[in-house]
Nanobody, 117 residues
Framework: QVQLVESGGGLVQAGGSLRLSCAAS????????AGWYRQAPGKQRELVAA???????RYADSVKGRFTISRDNAKKMMYLQMNSLKPEDSAVYYC???????????WGQGTQVTVSA
């Protein structure tokens, strides 16, 4: 079964940190690009950070210098380290990965991140 499962969300004060994890199963995770997205109430889902199969990364301007995406292909895991969190970072965070030679993608169920002022 193709599946992504996120964990690590929660409530944190502004300036704090959280680390999100994403566990992949049913896909050859090491061969595919993956990323983290977020969606706040009333807003469209947006890309937060992406990582290629070989580890190249890119970030949304709003999180550059604060968030770090990484992956452990041996464990089929992806991470998002979030530092210096701001209230505007509050959203449901989703992990995403491509598979089947890049022809399909799978989404996790989402994890809530809430940053209090």
């Amino acid at each position: 079964q193709v599946q992504l499962v996120e964990s690590g969300g929660g409530l944190v004060q502004a300036g704090g940190s959280l680390r999100l994890s994403c566990a992949a199963s049913g896909i050859m995770f090491s061969l595919n690009a993956a990323g983290w997205y977020r969606q706040a109430p009333g807003k469209q889902r947006e890309l937060v950070a992406a990582i290629t199969a070989v580890g190249s990364t890119r970030y949304a301007d709003s999180v550059k210098g604060r968030f770090t995406i990484s992956r452990d292909n041996a464990k089929k895991m992806m991470y998002l380290q979030m530092n210096s969190l701001k209230p505007e970072d509050s959203a449901v965070y989703y992990c995403n990965a491509w598979y089947a030679l890049g022809s399909r993608q799978v989404w996790g169920q989402g994890t809530q991140v809430t940053v209090s002022a």
